[in-house]
C-alpha cells in the first residue's frame, strides 16, 4: 500500500517567517495530495490540496508544490501568525473513493 | 452547512467491554471513512464504504466490525475493547466523482477511553 513519509517531525519558526514541510510517497499511481491541519483534540480540516496534473497551487500565504518525477510534495506557508501554530499532516490517495494515506505529521509552533 | 455528525462524543468503557460510534455523512456524500487516531499519531485508516458495500479496508482489528446502513449512515462496533483502543475515532465523508480529488470531510470525532 501507500506509504507517506513527512519532515520536520515539528517545526519552529518566528512570527512572520516561512515554514515548509516535506512528504514523500511510494505508489507512483497516486494522483492526490491534500494538506489538513489538525488543532489539538480537533477533527483535521483541509486546508488545500493538489492533483497529480498540477506542479503548484497557491491560496493566499499557503501554497502546495508537486514534483511527480521525485514522488515528493510539500507545503509552504509564508509570514507565518501564531494561530498557524498546529499539527499538519500530508496525505495521498490514488482514486477517488479510496482512503487517504497519511504522513506522520508536522507539529508547528509559530512563536510572536 | 450540514457536516459530518458523530456521535457519542466522548465514551467510558471497560475492557472486554463493547461501544458502538456512529457516524452520519454528509448528505448525498457516497461513501463514508473509519480512522483512528491514538495520542500524538496520525489517523489511521480502518475500512470504508460506497453506497453501502465495504470499499477499502486498512488496519481494522478482527475485534472491530463496521457497516452503512440503507440512509448512509455508518457504525463501528468495538468488541473485547483493550488498552490500547483509547483513541479518538473519526469518521469522514466524500463524493466520488469520477477519477477525481478525493476530498474527505472529517467529523469532530469520538473520543474511547478504556479503562
Known amino acids: 500500500g501507500e506509504n507517506v513519509e513527512q519532515h520536520p517531525s515539528t517545526l519552529s519558526v518566528q512570527e512572520g517567517d516561512s515554514a515548509v514541510i516535506k512528504c514523500t510517497y511510494s505508489?507512483?499511481?497516486?494522483?492526490?495530495f491534500p494538506w489538513y491541519k489538525q488543532e489539538l483534540g480537533k477533527r483535521p480540516q483541509l486546508i488545500i490540496d493538489i492533483r497529480s496534473n498540477v506542479g503548484e497551487k497557491k491560496d493566499q500565504r499557503i501554497a502546495v508544490t508537486l514534483n511527480k518525477t521525485a514522488k515528493h510534495f510539500s507545503l509552504h506557508i509564508t509570514e507565518t501568525q501564531p494561530e498557524d501554530s498546529a499539527v499538519y499532516f500530508c496525505a495521498a490517495s490514488w482514486h477517488s473513493g479510496y482512503a487517504l494515506n497519511f504522513g506522520k505529521g508536522t507539529s508547528l509552533l509559530v512563536t510572536p | 452547512a450540514a457536516g459530518v455528525i458523530q456521535s457519542p462524543r466522548h465514551l467510558i468503557k471497560e475492557k472486554r467491554e463493547t461501544a458502538t460510534l456512529k457516524c452520519y455523512p454528509i448528505p448525498r456524500h457516497d461513501t463514508v471513512y473509519w480512522y483512528q487516531q491514538g495520542p500524538g499519531q496520525d489517523p489511521q485508516f480502518l475500512i470504508s464504504f460506497y453506497e453501502k458495500m465495504q470499499s477499502d479496508k486498512g488496519s481494522i482489528p478482527d475485534r472491530f466490525s463496521a457497516q452503512q446502513f440503507s440512509d448512509y449512515h455508518s457504525e463501528l462496533n468495538m468488541s473485547s475493547l483493550e488498552l490500547g483502543d483509547s483513541a479518538l475515532y473519526f469518521c469522514a465523508s466524500s463524493l466520488v466523482v469520477g477519477s477525481g480529488a478525493n476530498v474527505l470531510t472529517f467529523g469532530a470525532g469520538s473520543r474511547l477511553t478504556v479503562l
Open positions: 505508489d507512483s499511481a497516486s494522483n492526490y
